[in-house]
Every structure is written in structure tokens, then in C-alpha cells.
């Protein structure tokens, strides 16, 4: 016989130590959920006659138990969350027991022939310690900072975002987010302007409903201002420099792929995770830099 696990943490609350244990019934077989820390609960289901019809069970378990807390807005962490180095500590750790036969049940969704030894070695690595003196900056003289303004403040709070949040693909997003905000969108170059108002001019000649023309009319209007993308290598250029640019926009492109659902960046690709984390602490220091140095609008529309 069979049976699955996979470990989820509650990144704002605790659960109640009673009761410690609930059990539900399911076409696909009898679940418990168990309270293994103060945060952190193990889904598991047992009694599959293969090792195949197991897997498929918790396949569907895994999105099941992902819909349901997001239904029910609570905010967590499983194993498509965790960054490499996580998941390479937990899977260390599983490996170090597995040596002597024993199931290490984890954030790693599993599956083990029931009659092995089961045991849970905690599923997180600890954090780094944390040494009050490190903040000895707060004790510089405030010319050493740069307070900048509401739009300064703004990038900032996003910024604490995208260092809170556990994935690197949001980490990269907000990162990115706040560079936009910081971003003012200027008019594309005259020449540019002169062809979409050409263009403008031959609406009135395509055959198309009045409500068509309009929306035509606006869209090649709208088109006379640059996209934010440009005008945040634009600000990048003038306050870092031409190379911070085009970081700038490599890293851009990626944030687009990743809203965007790009197949080729989807979580559960878990090898291409390592690509992300490298890109979302590129993104981050750049957006910092740039925010310390911030000291108003871009002052002009140069070309790209």
C-alpha cells in the first residue's frame, strides 16, 4: 500500500493546537490534515493499492489544498513557493533519514509505501540570526539618506514588499513595480508623432462603423506616449547609466514573461526557480539604487 504527504505553512496565523488532527472523506480517499508546528500543517492520504494511482491523488490534492486556502484567504507558503535553497535543505534533510529507511514527511510532496517509518525533522531550514548592531546606519546624519518624496516613500513600501514576499517571481514583479513608480511617461519622438497623426488622417477613409473610427482614433493617440517600460529605462539611464539600462530592460522583459504566463516561466518548473531568484535579486538592488538616488521627475524625453 501507498500513501502521500506534503506539508503547507500559514504565513500569518496559527492553528489551534485543538483539535490537533482533522480528517475529511474524499472520492479519492480518506485525507488527514495534521497541526505538526504552530504554523505549519501535513496533508496526507493513505491506502492506494499503486504507487501510480497515489500520485495522481496527490497531484489533485496539491491544487485542491492551493484553491481552498486562497478561497478562504489564507495566506501561505507550500513547496512551489519555496526558493532553492529551501528546498534543496529540505531535500538534504530527507535524503540523511531516507538512508535508513525512514519517510523525512516535508513541504515535498511524496509519496512512500504506507509501512515505512514515518517522521517529521521540521520542514524549514532556520533563519539567519539577526544582530541588532547591524543598524548602526539609522545613527548616520540625515544628508547621508535620501528622503526624496511621496513617490520616493511609495517605491520604498513596495520595495519592503517585494523583500517580504517568499517567491522570487513576486520579489521581481514588485521590484520592477517600484521603478515604475518612479517613472514619468513622456511623448514618443516627433517623428513618431507626425506618422501616427498621418495615420489618424486615414481613419476617416477605412470602412468601419463610427464606434471602429474612434476607438482607431484613440488607440493611435494613445500611441504618442511612450510605454512605461521605455520611460523606466529612461529614468534608468539618466540616474545610473546607460549599462543600469539595459539591466533594466532584460530584467523588464523577464517581469513581462512571468505576468504574462510565458510557459517557459511557469512555478512549477522548479529548475528554472534558480534563474529567478538570480534575476529578482538583480531587480531588487537595481530598483534600490535607483530609489536612493531619486531626486524628482526625469528632467527630459532623450532618445532610447
Request: net charge negative; aromatic share 8%; with cysteine.
Amino acid at each position: 500500500m501507498f500513501s502521500y504527504s506534503f506539508a503547507v505553512k500559514l504565513t500569518d496565523r496559527n492553528i489551534d493546537k485543538k483539535p490537533s488532527i482533522a480528517s475529511f472523506q474524499s472520492d479519492g480517499g480518506d485525507i488527514k490534515v495534521e497541526r505538526k508546528e504552530d504554523d505549519i500543517l501535513l496533508i496526507s492520504s493513505d491506502g492506494y493499492s499503486c504507487k501510480e494511482d497515489a500520485l495522481k491523488q496527490l497531484a489533485a490534492m496539491l491544487m485542491k489544498a492551493k484553491i481552498t486556502l486562497l478561497k478562504l484567504r489564507v495566506p501561505h507558503q507550500d513547496w512551489l513557493l519555496f526558493n532553492t535553497s529551501q528546498r534543496f535543505a529540505t531535500e538534504a534533510i530527507g535524503s540523511l533519514f531516507e538512508e535508513r529507511n525512514i519517510v523525512a514527511v516535508s513541504y515535498k510532496p511524496q509519496v512512500y509505501e504506507t509501512k515505512r517509518f514515518q517522521h517529521w525533522p521540521g520542514a524549514t531550514p532556520a533563519g539567519a540570526p539577526f544582530n541588532l548592531e547591524i543598524l548602526s546606519d539609522i545613527a548616520l546624519p540625515e544628508d547621508e539618506f535620501n528622503f526624496g518624496t511621496a513617490r520616493t516613500l511609495e517605491a520604498l513600501n513596495v520595495l519592503g514588499l517585494a523583500l517580504a514576499d517568499p517567491h522570487a517571481k513576486s520579489k521581481l514583479i514588485l521590484a520592477m513595480t517600484a521603478v515604475e513608480i518612479l517613472s514619468d511617461r513622456g511623448r514618443v519622438e516627433k517623428e513618431v508623432m507626425d506618422a501616427l497623426d498621418d495615420l489618424k488622417e486615414k481613419v476617416s477613409e477605412i470602412k468601419a462603423t463610427p464606434e471602429i473610427k474612434d476607438r482607431l482614433t484613440n488607440v493611435l493617440e494613445g500611441a504618442k506616449i511612450e510605454t512605461i517600460s521605455k520611460a523606466g529605462k529612461r529614468l534608468v539611464r539618466q540616474i545610473l547609466g546607460g549599462a543600469r539600462a539595459k539591466e533594466f530592460y532584460k530584467l523588464y522583459d523577464v517581469r513581462s514573461e512571468l505576468v504574462h504566463g510565458n510557459s517557459s516561466r511557469l512555478s512549477i518548473d522548479l529548475h528554472g526557480h534558480a534563474e529567478i531568484e538570480k534575476y529578482a535579486e538583480e531587480g531588487f538592488s537595481l530598483a534600490l539604487d535607483l530609489i536612493l538616488k531619486f531626486h524628482g521627475s526625469a528632467t527630459s524625453n532623450t532618445s532610447l
